[in-house]
């Protein structure tokens, strides 16, 4: 049947249609803009001053713009700005604290609606029951001083600038998870707006396919606007760890990591946290090894927790305790940047990562370290990046994170024994990225997989999201990825919370 005249009319058909598109993608973005201010949502659009400030990213490898930057005051007004967006059929993103590795807070690519929590940082304490509502434009650094005002903590990472929107949504690993779990793990309810605007509080009891779907993959379902959460007493004594052994052989820093495994696996209690970190060494053949940890147990007690593993080390070139003993002075000192996070301006990167869990049940061979040791011994000597490797302690029998089953919130990989993530900047921080990075990375972590036996069921962390990750459905989520479908399915049908990475309905998409 085809003819040059039929393809002709065709052609005429398919531009017609693409002007129609194109008209109404511009009164939409109108109707768009007309609906946030008459709601009177502060926003900014395409071509406002404010505009390229407020789309960037904190990896500059990235560079999006979205239709919008909304800055809701109220769970009312998120509900406002998502009803305006899916009427004019938006996509619609959260943005907690922005620092998503792949941007996903601007939507991870152009024409999302951005609505950004930093306009709802309410911390109210309450107590009589020791609980916490936290707004989820937070910082951790902020949570942590306000939460330490009244002698109490919550588990969560070291780096102050992270949002707790995006750190409770896929996990939240910090040094005192061993003890008190994941950032995600104390939430007891969430208030959220779905994605046809309605507003709800999820619990375990209320919405309970929504709360278990919050927990560890947040975004593909909702936004939260506020968590209450359980809270912690702040520990009476607390100190930052730190050792270094400066240009090790590769083989030497392969069975520093086996050892390190091995002393994991002993089980040292709940109170030790620690994570080894790699950097370049001076010449070839070389690493330079890092451990950071911390100690929540009693004064005097640090080192010899970890005495066990120092005694099959070489001896280290640096060691010393970080802070004055109190439990905020040790958070301080293990986060690169001020815990309050207004008074100094926030900062940005250039980079790609990658993350690599390891099953406890199945544990890393000499080989496989020694393999990895030689990679960066050897290719991380010549990369032009600045990059660092770490692999941080999850597990071990002791750890309260592999205590909740791996079922019972959307977080899968809780039988983890460490989280590796490799990360490699721009040499000056600043882009361009050099391409190579990219396969630099990727060979990093093959040259711990490539070792391990084929049916190796390693997994790979959401919050050091990757956009280039084959596979991520079963390494981010494994066994829970169907019921998050389903799930998916029923709350958001339209994929009104679509982004690189997010859950993927069941249903034929026709856009
Ligand atoms: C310097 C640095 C240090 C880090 N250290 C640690 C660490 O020690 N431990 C650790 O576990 N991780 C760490 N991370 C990773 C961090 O947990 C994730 O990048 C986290 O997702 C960032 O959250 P955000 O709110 O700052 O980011 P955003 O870019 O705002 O958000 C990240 C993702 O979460 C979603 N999201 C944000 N807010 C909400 C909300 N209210 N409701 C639903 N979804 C939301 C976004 O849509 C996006 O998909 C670190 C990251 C950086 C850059
Ligand atoms: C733009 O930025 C200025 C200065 O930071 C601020 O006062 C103003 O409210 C912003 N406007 C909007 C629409 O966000
Ligand atoms: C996204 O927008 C940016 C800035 O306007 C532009 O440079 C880039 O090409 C766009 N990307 C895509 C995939 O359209
Ligand atoms: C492994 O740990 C045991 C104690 O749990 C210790 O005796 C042994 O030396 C360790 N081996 C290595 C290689 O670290
Ligand atoms: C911990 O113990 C050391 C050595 O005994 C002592 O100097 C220090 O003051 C103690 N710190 C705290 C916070 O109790
Ligand atoms: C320890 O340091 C913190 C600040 O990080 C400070 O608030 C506290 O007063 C100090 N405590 C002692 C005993 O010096
Ligand atoms: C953080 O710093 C700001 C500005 O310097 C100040 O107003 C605020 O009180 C500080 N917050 C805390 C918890 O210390």
């Known amino acids: 049947m085809s003819s040059p005249q039929v393809l002709a009319r065709l052609g005429m058909i398919s531009l017609q249609i693409l002007v129609l598109i194109a008209l109404s993608v511009r009164s939409v973005s109108a109707y768009l803009k007309e609906s946030l201010t008459h709601a009177g949502v502060r926003s900014v659009f395409p071509g406002d001053t404010n505009y390229t400030s407020a789309s960037k990213a904190f990896n500059l490898r990235f560079t999006f713009s979205p239709a919008a930057v909304t800055f809701p005051t109220t769970p009312d007004q998120v509900a406002l700005v998502v009803k305006a967006a899916h009427d004019n059929n938006y996509i619609v993103v959260p943005r907690g604290g922005g620092h998503s590795y792949v941007a996903n807070g601007l939507g991870g690519k152009n024409g999302s609606v951005v609505v950004d929590m930093s306009s709802m940082k309410a911390i109210n304490f309450l107590a009589t029951t020791n609980t916490a509502v936290i707004e989820t434009g937070n910082r951790l650094g902020d949570i942590a001083l306000a939460l330490n005002a009244v002698g109490r903590a ?105 050892s390190f495994q091995n002393f994991s696996l002993s089980g040292p209690p709940a109170s030790f946290a620690g994570e080894l970190a790699f950097t370049r060494g001076s010449q070839s053949g070389l690493v330079t090894l890092g451990f950071t940890g911390a100690w929540y147990g009693a004064n005097g007690s640090a080192i010899p927790t970890m005495q ?18 109190s439990y905020i002075d040790a958070v301080a000192h293990l986060s690169p940047t001020p815990l309050n996070t207004s008074s100094a301006p926030l900062t940005t990167d250039t980079f790609y990562a990658k993350s690599l869990m390891t099953p406890e049940k199945d544990p890393m061979t000499l080989e496989a370290f020694t393999s990895f040791m030689e990679y960066l011994s050897t290719e991380g000597f010549s990369s032009e990046t600045l990059w660092f490797a ?70 790979a962390y959401a919050n050091y999201i990757d956009n280039r990750l084959q596979n991520w459905q079963s390494l981010y989520f494994d066994a829970n990825y169907r019921r998050l479908q389903s799930i998916k399915d029923q709350l958001d049908p339209h994929n009104v919370f679509m982004f690189p990475t997010s859950i993927e309905t069941t249903k034929k998409q026709f856009d």
Request: hydrophobic share 35%; with cysteine; proline share 7%.
């Open 308 to 325: 066990p593993w120092l005694d099959v080390m070489p001896p280290p070139s640096t060691s010393s305790l970080l802070g004055n003993g």
């Open 154 to 258: 919550l588990p969560h990472g070291s780096c102050a600038e992270v949002g707790i929107g995006g750190h409770t949504a896929f996990g939240g690993y910090g040094f005192s998870s061993r003890q008190w779990g994941l950032a995600l793990d104390p939430i007891f309810a969430i208030n959220a707006v779905l994605a046809d605007g309605t507003i709800v509080r999820a619990t375990k009891d209320s919405h309970p396919d929504l709360f278990w779907s919050l927990k560890g993959a947040a975004p593909s379902f909702a936004i939260t606007t506020s968590i209450e959460v359980n809270t912690f007493a702040a520990p009476s004594y607390a100190t930052g760890i730190k050792f270094s052994w400066k240009d090790m052989d590769y083989e030497t820093a392969g069975k520093s990591m086996f």
């Open 390 to 459: 770490q692999m941080e302690l999850y597990g071990g029998p002791n750890s309260k994170i592999r205590e909740i089953a791996n079922d019972a919130t959307a977080f899968s990989r809780r039988d983890t024994l460490f989280t590796f993530q490799f990360y490699a900047s721009s040499s000056t921080r600043q882009p361009p990225y050099p391409i190579d990075g990219l396969s630099f990375l990727d060979g990093m972590a093959d040259s711990v997989t490539s070792k391990m036996h084929s049916g190796w069921s390693y997994g």
